[in-house]
């Protein structure tokens, strides 16, 4: 029993991370209807600028929690950035292109970006700098420590910042209104091109504070991170329903409670067969069963036959 | 038929032909290396073909296909080396990997069927990945694939006597291993450009466009969209089947590492970049993106020390830097690709009025 709960509290934290990630993708995506592929290589740029930053303040003697939030504000700042001009280099010029051209630019977009960072930060893993004191916690045999309470926290903050954002706000209005159809929406005064680019920095902000996450809670980082963190995020977006907010939420909590509890129950359900290294493997079985069943994720609408 | 017999046509030919006899020996002279980065031109040109039939054609976006040359490679490398000990000759190993690969298709077709677009991408990406981490785990409890180690000592294509991996004297001239597998794989392209011509303009080539354009419609017309997706999937896999056994037998090693998810978006890429649906555009898009990053590993150091003196970069990641870019600034100034189909330059045209 207690290793089920540590099981769930281990998927959880990891599901909050994976969730943060796939609204990047989800709210470009229900914008524009693009799989934004370079948005893992967004989230490692942000985890790299964040232990830099962080590294250089703590070595000038300012304090881990003041060195982390600047170390967020300073990765989100870059990763906006990043974001935007991803937007007016790989995705705007393609706007009205066949439907592959800007997949295949986004991945050359994530290929310069792989490389950039391997030519800024080395090609070695690199440790990230504890941000607060590893406290442990013990409920009814499951121990978790203050990182993880700590990443709940700020995920469950910022999630609730965006859906806050996209439901109450005047931007959020125009963004949903671009999704539903954008031609009305520029007809009702909306700017789709600024809804465009603020969804792409939003999502990037949303995933610098997700690269953190990570970084926080692995304390490590390398420059080929975001490759399998933006697949993971991706099939959670997609399990959650596409385009969905509260799907890619859903989608990513339980696709972190899947894995850890795949991993952790697969040698007994298998009578040893298959050892935890298939963790990947629940991921993306569960996926296409889920997609058997709903063709368009938990929670996506049902979009009729549009192609 | 007349067409093709006309003189000019001909001499087209004969010219083809006769660069493409000549090409192993050019690049022979620069060094072997540049032969085996010419094979392996060839051979995603060949894979390109075989995505084209599934992306171009029937217009369903696959992100798994290396799993397919997966399975040929893994087929020919567990039925020709000392892993299992059995060595059955290229005729028989070919077929099964090919029919192993239809088999894996169809598995990955029939759940996949109701899904579009993007759904559809993700999913065949995950089967990619499932298929790769099996090979990488099969090692235990029972040792099939030997893991992450990969199969080493695999069988070279022999036919009769005639070894192709070996160094041999035809007709007064020396040829090499590469030179050798450099003509198979000539053939082997023929043989899947012909297919491909074929398969455009026939029955089926038509239904696959016709899904393409509008599922609904194809299926309002009578067309059986279920089994002619499912035969979109089955036929690309067996040509990335057929590829991957020639790909086991020419390194004569096989590991994980060479199916994973990058490769696969690689052959898109070629597929995209080229023109999708246009079978010249393909094969130059393969051609292009399998010698650029080859050509740019020679180019990159001796220019960095041309213009600054020494090495700034690490001439790794400047190659691939420089490769991104070119994906992009492609795609950026040529939409429909490099060498797309005139009707398809025809109809982006018309959206554009």
């Known amino acids: 029993m207690d290793i089920l709960l540590q099981q769930i509290i281990n998927g959880l934290v990891q599901g909050a991370i994976y969730a943060m990630v796939a609204l990047g993708y989800t709210m470009v995506y229900g914008i524009m209807g693009l799989i934004n592929f370079a948005h893992g290589e967004v989230v490692m740029i942000g985890t790299l600028v964040a232990i830099t930053v962080i590294t250089l303040l703590v070595g000038a003697g300012v304090p881990p929690a003041m060195a982390g939030a600047c170390g967020v504000v300073a990765a989100a700042a870059v990763c906006m950035i990043i974001g935007w001009s991803l937007e007016r280099v790989a995705y705007r010029p393609l706007r009205n292109a066949q439907r592959l051209a800007p997949l295949i630019t986004a991945i050359g977009c994530s290929i310069v970006l792989q490389n950039v960072a391997m030519m800024v930060w080395g090609r070695n893993y690199m440790t990230f700098p504890p941000l607060i004191a590893k406290t442990q916690f013990e409920i009814a045999g499951a121990s978790f420590t203050s990182v993880q309470v700590l990443i709940l926290l700020v995920a469950s903050v910022s999630m609730g910042g965006l859906l806050f954002l996209v439901y109450r706000t005047k931007l959020g209005m125009a963004m949903r209104a671009t999704a539903q159809n954008p031609a009305v929406a520029g007809l009702m005064g909306v700017n789709a091109n600024r809804v465009i680019s603020s969804a792409f920095v939003v999502g990037s902000a949303l995933g610098a504070v997700a690269g953190v996450m990570v970084g926080t809670y692995y304390e490590i980082a390398h420059y080929q991170m975001g490759f399998m963190l933006g697949l993971k995020a991706f099939t959670a977006a997609v399990l959650g329903g596409i385009g969905n907010l509260a799907g890619a939420m859903a989608g990513g909590l339980l696709l972190g409670l899947i894995e850890a509890l795949g991993a952790g129950y697969i040698g007994d359900l298998t009578g040893g067969f298959l050892g935890s290294h298939y963790q990947d493997i629940f991921a993306f079985a569960v996926l296409i069963v889920v997609l058997m069943f709903r063709p368009s994720g938990l929670f996506g609408e049902k979009t009729g036959d549009r192609a | ?353």
């Open chain 2, 1 to 353: 038929m007349s067409k093709w017999l006309n003189l000019r046509s001909g001499l087209g030919l004969a010219l083809v032909a006769a660069v493409l006899i000549a090409l192993p020996f050019v690049a022979g002279m620069g060094g072997q290396a540049w032969v085996r980065i010419l094979n392996f031109a060839i051979l995603y040109a060949f894979l390109a073909l075989g995505l084209n039939i599934v992306v171009g054609f029937a217009g369903l976006l696959d992100l798994g296909y290396i799993a397919f040359y997966a399975v040929g490679a893994y087929t020919w490398a567990l039925l020709a080396s000392p892993h299992f000990g059995i060595h059955l000759p290229f005729w028989a190993i070919l077929p099964i990997g090919a029919v192993l690969a239809c088999v894996a298709g169809a598995t990955l077709g029939a759940p996949t069927l109701k899904l579009r677009g993007d759904y559809l991408a993700i999913v065949t990406l995950g089967f990619g990945e499932i298929v790769r981490i099996f090979m990488n785990n099969l090692n235990a409890p029972i040792n099939i694939t030997n893991g992450a180690q990969g199969i080493t000592m695999i069988d070279p294509v022999v036919v009769g006597q005639f070894k192709f991996s070996a160094t041999s004297t035809i007709f007064g001239m020396t040829v090499t291993g590469p030179q050798k597998y450099y003509f198979l794989l000539v053939l082997l392209a023929l043989f899947v450009i012909l297919v491909n011509f074929r398969l455009q303009h026939s029955r089926i080539g038509r239904a696959w466009q016709a899904i393409r354009e509008d599922e609904i419609a194809a299926k309002a017309i009578g067309i059986n969209t279920r089994n002619v997706k499912l035969l979109a999937f089955a036929m690309g896999a067996s040509f990335g089947g057929i590829a991957g056994g020639i790909f086991a037998a020419m390194q004569g090693f096989v590991s994980p590492e060479s199916f994973s998810l990058i490769e696969s978006i690689m052959i898109l890429a070629m597929v995209v970049l080229g023109g999708m649906g246009h079978i010249p555009g393909v094969i130059l898009g393969a051609v292009l993106l399998t010698v650029l990053p080859e050509a740019l590993r020679y180019a990159v150091v001796p220019a960095q020390k041309a213009l600054f003196g020494e090495v700034l970069a690490d001439p790794e990641s400047l190659r691939m830097l420089i490769f991104g870019l070119a994906l992009i600034l492609v795609m950026r100034f040529r939409p429909a690709g490099l060498w797309p189909s005139p009707e398809r330059r025809r109809e982006l045209a018309e959206k554009a009025r």
